[in-house]
């Protein structure tokens, strides 16, 4: 019996897996601590998807949250270029990204 955490993972895996599959060919390094949101509205909609959910990743780990929002990743890469659009120089790793993915913590 798959439980619902774990199947999320393994969905989650397999998309990667797939998208990473895909685009071997025109690998390119980013670094995320460097990029800005500019470098994410010039990516193509695959890209922005893959990221973002890595980004969910990146965010819920760091808050030490187990769950995964699949209606809240889905929702993230047009939520995130709106973001972006506003201020093509934000850090794509920052307060204000995080926000898209996580709620504000409480102070």
């Not at 998309?15 to 071997?24: D, E, K, P, Q, V």
């Not at 890209?47 to 780990?61: F, H, I, T, V």
């Not at 990743?73 to 047009?78: E, N, V, W």
């Amino acid at each position: 019996m798959v439980l619902p955490m774990q199947r999320s993972l393994l969905l989650a895996a397999a998309l990667a897996a797939s998208i990473s599959g895909a685009n071997r060919a025109s690998a390119e390094t980013l670094d995320l601590m460097r990029a800005t949101c500019a470098d994410f509205v010039a990516m193509n909609g695959g890209d922005r998807d893959q990221l973002s959910l890595w980004l969910a990743g990146y965010y819920a780990g760091g808050a030490q949250r187990p769950l995964i929002d699949r209606d809240k990743i889905t929702s993230a890469p047009a939520e995130l270029a709106a973001l972006c659009a506003k201020t093509p120089q934000l850090p794509l790793v920052g307060a204000e990204t995080r926000a898209v993915f996580l709620p504000t913590p409480a102070p």
